[in-house]
């Protein structure tokens, strides 16, 4: 079965309204979410995911709402991550808290309008170069190991904005403070941009490299252009409550990363296996499919996918409960913390 025609475009219409509708409530009331407010936008959104699924279902059957929940359980997981680097921008270019949430909602624009273009020319290379599957799923297991060992990836991001700041203020006059959320203000009589064009930059910059890591994991999940944005669309409409909600409380998931890099280890594998089943390569098998090759279900692969963010989220809380019970002292608290942010104990 395909999805109907009015269907795709029906929930394009409606999931567009609401994520207009969530922009004009920040411009019209712009404000920090208290941890209630937070809980129930994030409880709203992934309501609204399952019952899209749900819907899905209905019209469908079980494979394609199978492959959206699965798409929309990896993206949302990648977010959770991607939201370590949103903290780090905002630390760095001390970002007032009361305009966080317009920040975010323009990257969150900008991660869409990114991620569209890579489905369109997504889509188009696989319907026409089935071979890219073993381009995809290579790049997904390396992608799982910087994952699992990142290293100074953080540093990296630094350097990154660091680069994009020299980059901009050598381009545009920038001013050395914010002037509330405006992105140009008046100073000596001259009209200059504020820090907030950089942190935008900063945030499309980043939005990018999450598109590039991101789009080719879900379509090892699913080959429908229309999940794959869907899936991104949920993963993304509640990603700014899920920022305030998280919060410092991101620091005790020290073990997600490894969830995560399980999981896109796990869809690479699936995409060579895939690509090795529908094989087309002249030089491989003599250009014959490989029969031996066994095609991993939607399901399957959704379980491994609620199976690892589970037991990462589950020792991640476990690990940070019991380094609390054993700081009893300052010392042994300060211990603690220059352990996980890898920084002396005593200064």
Do not use: C
Request: charged content about 15%; proline content about 4%.
């Amino acid at each position: 079965m395909e999805l109907p025609a009015w269907f795709e475009i029906g929930s394009l219409v409606v999931l567009v309204l609401i994520l207009a509708a969530d922009l004009l409530l920040i411009l019209k009331r712009p404000h920090i979410p208290s941890t209630k407010e937070s809980t129930l936008w994030v409880i709203f959104y992934v309501t609204l995911a399952l019952v899209f699924a749900g819907i899905m279902w209905a019209f469908v059957g079980g494979e394609y709402a199978g492959q959206f929940v699965a798409g929309w359980l990896t993206e949302y997981s990648l977010s959770i991550d991607n939201l370590f680097v949103f903290v780090l921008i905002m630390s760095q270019f001390a970002v007032p808290r009361r305009f966080q949430q317009e920040v975010l909602m323009v990257g969150i624009i900008i991660a869409l309008v990114l991620r569209g273009a890579f489905i369109l020319v997504g889509a188009t290379v696989i319907e026409n170069f089935s071979p890219i599957f073993y381009v995809f799923g290579a790049f997904l297991v390396w992608t799982a190991f910087r994952q699992a060992f990142p290293g100074d990836d953080h540093s990296d991001d630094v350097q990154r904005e660091s680069f994009i700041v020299r980059t901009l203020r050598r381009m545009v006059d920038i001013s050395d403070h914010y002037d509330g959320k405006k992105l140009r203000t008046v100073v000596d009589g001259k009209k200059i941009f504020t820090p907030m064009i950089i942190v935008f930059a900063a945030i499309g910059v980043t939005d990018l490299l999450f598109a590039i890591d991101s789009i080719p994991a879900i379509f090892g999940i699913t080959e429908s252009p229309f999940i794959v944005f869907t899936a991104n669309l949920f993963a993304l409409m509640g990603l700014r409550q899920l920022y305030f909600l998280l919060g410092d409380l991101l620091d005790r998931l020290r073990y997600l990363h490894y969830g995560i890099a399980f999981i896109l280890a796990f869809i690479g594998v699936k995409l060579v296996l895939h690509a090795m089943h529908v094989n087309e390569l002249p030089f491989v098998n003599g250009g014959e499919p490989i029969e031996w090759a066994p095609e991993i279900s939607t399901w399957v692969s959704l379980g491994v996918i609620v199976a690892s963010m589970a037991v990462a989220t589950i020792a991640s809380l476990v690990a940070s409960s019991r380094d609390s019970r054993t700081a009893t002292t300052p010392d042994a608290a300060a211990s603690v913390v220059a352990e996980e942010k890898r920084t002396p104990p005593t200064i």
